[in-house]
């Protein structure tokens, strides 16, 4: 195994890389908003809407209705 054979092919790499990341740079847009087109990331809990907070209830009382029926 030659050593500065293969230093040198990772620094041939890295700088490739380097390029790479660059050119990827420049496309994306200065203030760092995401793409037109790109879908928005989902943060934190999803919020019910009434009827199905409705449905929820309905379905908890049930449940817990069986569950004092059965002790």
């Not at 200065?30 to 209830?57: D, F, I, N, T």
Request: charged share 40%.
């Amino acid at each position: 195994m030659d050593l500065l054979k293969i230093i040198k092919d990772l620094h041939d790499e890295r700088d490739r890389i380097d390029r790479v990341i660059a050119s990827l740079d420049a496309l994306s847009d200065p203030s760092g908003a995401p793409p037109a087109g790109a879908a928005p990331k989902r943060r934190g809990r999803k919020h019910m809407g009434e009827a199905e907070r409705e449905q929820v209830a309905t379905r908890m009382k049930e449940y817990w209705r069986k569950k004092r029926d059965q002790s």
